[in-house]
T-cell receptor, first 112, second 113 residues
Framework: GEDVEQSLFLSVREGDSSVINCTYTDSSSTYLYWYKQEPGAGLQLLTY?????DMKQDQRLTVLLNKKDKHLSLRIADTQTGDSAIYFCAESSPNTGNQFYFGTGTSLTVIP | ETGVTQSPTHLIKTRGQQVTLRCSSQSGHNTVSWYQQALGQGPQFIFQ???????GRGNFPPRFSGLQFPNYSSELNVNALELDDSALYLC????????????FGQGTRLTVV
């Protein structure tokens, strides 16, 4: 289950909310993730959601999952310049450990 | 700090050569996965090793091979390098069955000329 799509670019003003969207195709996906990648760095796990959940909130981050439409979103409240990075959604199937299928990435630019 | 380190950080090779990339994970990580991230793309799953055996493979040819060692280290070997193999190679250590416990290294940037 390897088709994960994202929009390529997003630009927001500091203090506004950012919403990054992702669609996936594999209905057997059990976990869905959001990773952050800063220039020259590896991947940092931001948050994840189980497929039997609709929403998860973690401080400034809110993840929404629409299983029917296979649509995942990440909302970042009060976006800061330090949030500028590339954001990847990813999915994995049950009991596969660290076998992830990543989207193409969304480059978030925060304008001061 | 993820506890996963990769070496070298940068590498330049000539087309047709062979390369070995290394990953060292933390104690308890019984799985390691390798990913290829071409410029401007998302990471692509190459393969996963669990208890020193290949345990899943993405859409990569056999010239991509790997090894996992009992000391939580692993290698990615690529034979007959092609220009399109130029990418950032990432490894992720984790625990089999614990899908949310994956830790990525900083990557090795491979350039094939």
């Amino acid at each position: 289950g390897e088709d994960v799509e994202q929009s390529l670019f997003l630009s927001v003003r500091e203090g506004d909310s950012s919403v990054i969207n992702c669609t996936y195709t594999d209905s057997s996906s059990t976990y869905l993730y959001w990773y952050k990648q800063e220039p020259g760095a590896g991947l940092q796990l931001l948050t994840y959601i189980f497929s039997n959940m609709d929403m998860k909130q973690d401080q400034r981050l809110t993840v929404l999952l629409n299983k029917k439409d296979k649509h995942l979103s990440l909302r970042i409240a009060d976006t800061q310049t330090g949030d500028s990075a590339i954001y990847f959604c990813a999915e994995s199937s049950p009991n596969t450990g660290n076998q992830f299928y990543f989207g193409t990435g969304t480059s978030l630019t925060v304008i001061p | 700090e993820t506890g996963v380190t990769q070496s070298p950080t940068h590498l330049i090779k000539t087309r047709g050569q062979q390369v070995t990339l290394r990953c060292s994970s933390q104690s308890g990580h019984n799985t390691v996965s390798w990913y290829q991230q071409a410029l401007g793309q998302g990471p692509q799953f190459i393969f996963q090793y669990y208890r020193e055996e290949e345990n899943g493979r993405g859409n990569f040819p056999p010239r991509f091979s790997g090894l996992q060692f009992p000391n939580y280290s692993s290698e990615l070997n690529v034979n007959a390098l092609e220009l399109d193999d130029s990418a950032l190679y990432l490894c992720a250590g984790g625990v089999q069955g614990a899908n949310t416990e994956a830790f990525f290294g900083q990557g090795t940037r491979l350039t094939v000329v």
